[in-house]
């Protein structure tokens, strides 16, 4: 809210490539946002552009100074427009060759009840992603095909796994399919 810039270190999961602690002088924050029970501190690094965001629990404790920043004029931000495309806190995506994209994508799988579960109900009544759309008619096979514009990112990859594999088939584009079948 006082638009102060923080400095801080962050710890990123032991698995990422590379795993390193790195300090962040004069952070510009934006926002704090939740997403899947985890905190989030959105902003730009100084001298930057795009948004970033960094997990608040893999902030490095005590290294978040309370001293006062210097102050800084918080640009054009509209957080609805930069997660459009997002089923949570990612502003892009990123391909098999690490090459990040800014465009979302047309993504369709096909989804069936469960035995036990109404996956179709479930996903008609609380839509994925507000680019959601489907005939809802189902195929011989009981299948109906959802379609969406949006990042490929590693929520929709989890929610689409959630269904079980046995359950969802067809999933384009290919490299997508790959991913949600990836163990």
């Given at each position: ?9 962050y ?90 994209h ?63 594999s ?18």
């Open positions: 809210e006082s638009c102060e810039t923080v400095t801080f270190k710890q990123r999961f032991a698995t990422a490539r590379p795993a390193s602690t790195k300090t962040y002088p004069d952070f510009r924050p934006y926002l704090l946002k939740e997403h899947e029970r985890r905190w989030y501190l959105i902003g730009k690094e100084k001298g930057k552009s795009d948004i970033i965001r960094f997990a608040c629990d893999r902030i490095v404790p005590k290294t978040l100074s309370n001293k006062r920043g210097s102050a800084f004029k918080r640009g054009q931000f509209d957080p609805n427009e930069l997660w459009k495309y997002s089923m949570g806190i990612y502003t892009d995506w990123e391909d098999d060759q690490g090459k990040k800014k465009t979302p994508i047309n993504i369709s799988f096909n989804l069936k009840d469960g035995k036990r579960w109404f996956n179709i109900d479930y996903v008609k009544t609380l839509p994925l992603h507000w680019s959601q759309t489907s005939n809802w008619k189902k195929n011989k096979s009981g299948y109906v095909t959802i379609t969406l514009k949006m990042f490929p990112d590693s929520d929709l990859i989890r929610k689409i796994r959630s269904f079980g046995h359950n969802v088939v067809d999933i384009q584009p290919d490299y997508l399919s790959r991913w949600v079948n990836e163990y």
